[in-house]
């Protein structure tokens, strides 16, 4: 039985966005902030490249250049313990 919190597993590729600051001499900067959810690689498939500014993690599966379906993505909440997970690893 899994113990581990899904944001505590090596599996999890945390989601990120960015939001717009003003600095206080008036320049506007991205910064990203964490999100409440992530994807758990051991279960996805991502997209045979990255988009610009995407990071994907090492030794993810991906779909093939030529393969037209759309990605498929197992999000997760980062609290959440999934008792049943065969893939917890803690990190």
Known sequence: M???RCGDCANFDEQY???QVTHKDGTKA???QSLWYGNCTA???YPSK???GQVFPLNVRRRD???S???EMKSVEKTKIIESCPYAVKK
């Open 17 to 19: 966005r960015n939001i």
């Open 65 to 67: 250049a030529d393969d």
């Open 30 to 32: 991205n910064v990203p």
């Open 69 to 71: 379906r759309l990605p």
């Open 50 to 52: 990255e988009n610009e």
């Open 2 to 4: 899994n113990r581990i």
């Open 43 to 45: 279960q996805s498939i």
